[in-house]
């Protein structure tokens, strides 16, 4: 089973529009941590927020929110005012537990905003 | 804030011949890097994790003898892809995270490696 699930591919949107990344997860852990990067054409990977399962409160940074249902088991990304520059792909990870562990990474959503 | 530098960022080789990328943090020591492979519009699959001083630890369907890793120091690793192919092109892109267990930390990256084998 996967552990990481995006369902949306592609999505676009209205330059100033806001806008929501699905992401699902799937662990048997009670201690993991909801990560969201950004990676532009360049290929670099941009770390924009974090959610801990612990975290009560929904996670934000700058015009990134991270809309955290831990009974759902989701961590959707949520994007205020979009910009031109927000046009990238977008992939949702997961860390389990709390050693030095990797990232599992979902396959990715490509946002592309429009003018 | 945390940097890792991956060197070189791109590469073209020909078959046959071996490749090899530096990962350095910049920064910060890192006792354990890790190496993801992401071939074209897919998501990033773990290849290996590197840990300083010994063997690293290679994921299902990755083969140790093709793609070596060193760990020889706290701020460098380093992913040898010996007698490359063509299906070996992809985008390498190795990681690291400051401080050992904080689990709040995220993973930084380098830039990557485009790997192209003619």
């Known amino acids: 089973a996967q552990k990481i699930t995006q369902t949306q591919p592609g999505m676009f949107v209205q330059e100033k529009e806001a806008v929501t990344l699905d992401c699902t997860y799937d662990?048997?852990?009670?201690?993991?941590?909801l990560f969201w990067y950004k990676q532009p054409s360049s290929g670099e990977m941009i770390f924009l927020i974090y959610?801990?399962?612990?975290?009560?409160q929904n996670a934000t940074e700058g015009r990134y929110s991270l809309n955290f249902q831990k009974a759902r088991k989701s961590a959707n990304l949520v994007i205020s005012a979009s910009q031109l520059g927000d046009s990238a792909m977008y992939f949702c990870a997961m860390r389990e537990g709390t050693g030095n562990t990797p990232l599992v990474f979902g396959k990715g959503t490509r946002l592309s905003v429009i003018a | 804030g945390a940097v890792v530098s991956q060197h070189p960022s791109r590469v073209i080789c020909k078959s046959g011949t071996s490749v090899k990328i530096e990962c350095r943090s910049l920064d910060f020591q890192a006792t354990t890097m890790f190496w993801y492979r992401q071939f074209p519009k897919q998501s990033l699959m773990l290849m290996a994790t590197s840990n300083e001083g010994s063997k690293a630890t290679y994921e299902q369907g990755v083969e140790k003898d093709k793609f070596l890793i060193n760990h020889a120091s706290l701020t460098l690793s380093t992913l040898t892809v010996t007698s490359a192919h063509p299906e070996d092109s992809s985008f390498y892109i190795c990681?690291?995270?400051?401080?050992?267990?904080?689990?709040?930390?995220?993973?930084?990256f380098g830039n990557g490696t485009r790997l192209t084998v003619t």
């Open positions: 662990t048997s852990d009670q201690s993991y941590g």
């Open positions: 959610q801990g399962s612990y975290d009560e």
């Open positions: 990681s690291a995270r400051e401080g050992t267990f904080s689990y709040n930390s995220p993973l930084h």
